[in-house]
């Protein structure tokens, strides 16, 4: 009893320290989709008061504590403009059209890196995207994601952050084509300090929450096989993987010790998206890492979503309890090694062992190739 007492409390406190251990390279934090509203095809889907800030505000001081903030933008920032998505019933398209007053406000809630890979960027056609692109060049909000854009590389804190972003949609780098997304990130890895991948992908709604390790078909369009591709971006010397697109929140993982996040739900989607259930759970992502690029330890902090509400605090955490149910199934071979508390931090103890006085001791440090 006296021997078991023992080894309890060292495991007890190694796993105290290796929650307060201290990064040595930047932390990221990574959302998912963002809408702030758009005023077509009414401007009845504005926010109240025509400002998006309200919406947000409470994420803001979570931003504000990490070195890069990602995020992926649906639809295009636009005042004047025809539709060129396809609809039979314009009253009822999913098209979205933000103005260009809005766009400030994702400087002062801190984005670093955008991506524009997904289904609605070019939803108002070749203004809309021209616009959006202006606009984010003027606030210095580097983004990337389209055929002739599929990279870009940022200066923050001194370092430089290569970020790649794909989807299965036309006019953005294709997540289908693996060996293409392959070079684009050999590419950054040899230029950056840390790399980081972003893809739109996975079947969406609440039938779709898991990795299934298979190409995925929704609606008849290839969505991409999100596990094949985030291990190849990794492979490829990728830091981090943000993954977005099913709407809701899916299973994160540690793959040769770098992070993946399969599915960071809504973030921020003032109207027309669904918000019941699943959708209406937004993690807020952060990852610390060595200045290797190595994963470090992590914390999913919970928001949720309410309609005409904006994004808010969740005290009750429902967001880290689905996604790490969702973890244990979808990786069972992670189950011991990689946990997830109930206030939303993760971390990796059973990594490597050390031998003191005849016990065996779990200790999170596993020394990460560098970059060369």
């Keep these: 009893m006296f021997r078991l007492s023992i080894i309890t409390i060292i495991l007890f406190s190694l796993n ?4 307060s251990q201290t990064n040595t390279g930047l932390s990221f934090v990574g959302v998912g989709d963002m809408m702030l509203g758009t005023h077509f095809p009414s401007t009845d889907y504005l926010p109240p008061g025509d400002d998006p800030w309200p919406l947000i505000k409470e994420v803001a001081p979570v931003f504000a504590d990490a070195d890069v903030v990602f995020g992926n933008l649906e ?12 609809c039979k019933d314009l009253s009822k398209c999913y098209a979205f059209k933000t103005p260009t007053r809005y766009a400030p406000v994702l400087k002062k809630a801190g984005f670093h890196l955008l991506s524009v890979a997904n289904n609605h960027i070019r939803d108002f056609g070749p203004e809309g995207l021209k616009t959006t692109r202006r606009l984010l060049d003027s606030l210095d909000i580097a983004y990337a994601g389209l055929i002739n854009k599929p990279s870009v590389i940022t200066e923050i804190g001194g370092k430089k952050i290569g970020m790649a972003a794909f989807a299965p949609n036309t006019g953005t780098a294709q997540i289908g084509d693996i060996e293409g997304a392959v070079k684009t990130v050999e590419s950054l890895a040899e230029k950056c300090d840390y790399v980081m991948v972003s893809f739109h992908g996975g079947a969406e709604g609440k039938k779709h929450m898991h990795v299934t390790r ?59 998206f669904n918000l019941s259930g699943a959708n209406g ?52 071979e992670l189950n011991h090694r990689l946990i997830i508390d109930d206030d939303g931090d993760f971390y990796m103890p059973y990594e490597n062992t050390i031998q003191s006085k005849g016990l065996t001791m779990p200790v999170s440090v596993i020394e990460a190739p560098r970059k060369l």
């Design 16 to 19: 105290l320290s290796i929650k």
């Design 75 to 86: 639809g295009a920032f636009l005042d004047e403009g025809e539709v060129y998505k396809r």
């Design 214 to 272: 298979e190409t995925e078909i929704f609606y008849g369009e290839n969505r991409g096989n999100v596990y094949k591709f985030s291990h190849a971006m990794i492979d490829a010397g990728a830091d981090i993987v943000f993954g977005h697109g099913p709407h809701v929140p899916r299973s994160i993982e540690i793959y040769k010790n770098r992070f993946i996040a399969y599915s960071l739900g809504n973030f921020c989607t003032y109207s027309r």
């Design 281 to 332: 759970l937004t993690p807020v992502v952060q990852v610390w890492t060595n200045d290797d690029g190595s994963f470090v330890r992590g914390k999913i902090h919970s928001f949720y979503q309410i309609k005409g509400k904006g994004t808010l605090r969740d005290h009750g955490n429902a967001v880290v309890y689905k996604m790490r149910d969702l973890t244990k199934i979808d990786f069972p």
